[in-house]
């Protein structure tokens, strides 16, 4: 396989990012509803871009949801 | 050929500015020979970033049949500073060449509504201000791996060429592919851009020597040119439509501040 793929993670992005709403995390709360593993809504509430890439989840999506994250 | 990314427009003011400047001429140059060749219709080769096409349907090549696309969708307007607005598609054209690739195993998928990034909307801002001049689109998966291999988007690309040669009638038609070339988006390397591999395939497509690019792996263009760098298959695309053609660079710049390796260039026999 060419990149790990969580379908829950990309998902709930695209849901959001289809919204054009951003984010610096997402609480429990927010991320309610949604398939997620413990380690991808501990990534999610932390807003860990890098680690929620590694959880699979896809890079254009972490970008369009947690800009803010980003210094550049 | 040239590259999109929502900075270039978006943020104009944060490039250096004779980096800009050369890059923006690269664009007004294009500019000016598409209008020189006077083309009745443009067929872009572009790529979805997560837009249309999510993790439920992700279809490798995908025909619009859309009669109008807003350029740039509502929510991309801001990003991209772009006054949204409606370019035409031309649906009965892009039904033809759909039709005629399931016909000969090109298996298409086709969607009759499509929402416009940065894609279309950027590139088209230098290209065709106006608006003036249908579009038909060929979306390639470049932004949600496994992707279709560079080889096959030379096939598909190949097909789209031998399609517009066979076509009665007076019409002229433009190939306009956008994309790449290195850059590394929403990745830990976010922001880093390869100029020296830019530079390899640049020259490969100088020289009319595609071979080289379509025998790239998805790891070696994610090694070297970034999940942004995937974008090239669209570059592929439109070369394989023109066997033979080669590129004429009009203008490359790494801009670090729009996180991008950009280039213009014009292809011709």
């Not at chain 1, 995390?25 to 890439?53: F, K, Q």
């Not at chain 2, 572009?46 to 619009?64: E, R, S, T």
């Not at chain 2, 390869?194 to 071979?211: A, F, K, S």
Request: one cysteine or more.
């Amino acid at each position: 396989m060419t990149t790990p793929i969580s379908y829950a993670l990309n998902k709930l992005l695209t849901d959001i990012a289809r919204r054009h709403q951003m984010h610096e995390s997402l609480s429990d709360e927010e991320t309610a509803g949604h398939a997620l593993s413990e380690p991808e809504r501990a990534a999610l509430r932390a807003g860990d871009t890098g680690r929620l890439y590694e959880l699979g989840a896809n890079p254009y999506l972490i970008r369009r949801v947690f800009r803010r994250r980003f210094t550049i | 050929m040239a590259a999109h990314a929502p900075l270039i427009t978006g943020k104009p003011e944060v490039g250096k500015p004779e980096q800009r400047d050369r890059l923006y001429a690269g664009f007004h140059e294009l500019r000016r020979r598409l209008q020189a060749a006077r083309p009745d219709l443009l067929v872009m080769f572009v790529n979805d970033h997560l837009q249309n096409f999510a993790y439920n349907n992700l279809p490798a090549f995908c025909i619009g049949l859309a009669p109008t696309y807003q350029c740039p969708s509502e929510g991309g307007a801001r990003l991209m500073r772009l006054t949204p607005r409606t370019v035409r598609g031309n649906p009965e054209w892009a039904m033809r060449l759909l039709e005629a690739g399931l016909e000969a195993g090109i298996d298409f998928a086709y969607s009759y509504e499509i929402e416009s990034w940065d894609e279309l909307s950027v590139p088209l801002s230098f290209l065709m201000p106006e608006g003036e001049i249908p579009i038909v689109t060929v979306y390639t998966n470049c932004a949600a791996p496994p992707l279709p291999s560079p080889r096959r988007c030379r096939e598909v690309g190949a097909f789209v060429g031998d399609f517009i040669r066979r076509q009665s009638g007076p019409g002229r038609i433009a190939l306009v592919a956008t994309g790449g070339l290195s850059h590394w988006v929403g990745t830990p390397e976010t922001g880093r851009i390869n100029p020296e591999w830019d530079h390899r395939v640049l020259d490969h497509i100088t020289r009319g020597d595609i071979e080289p690019l379509t025998r790239l792996t998805w790891h070696e263009i994610e090694r070297d040119g970034g999940n942004g760098g995937q974008e090239i298959r669209n570059w592929i695309g439109l070369l394989g439509a023109v066997p033979g053609w080669k590129g004429e660079l009009l203008a490359y710049e790494p801009v670090a501040e729009w996180i991008t390796g950009c280039a213009t260039v014009w292809v011709h026999p």
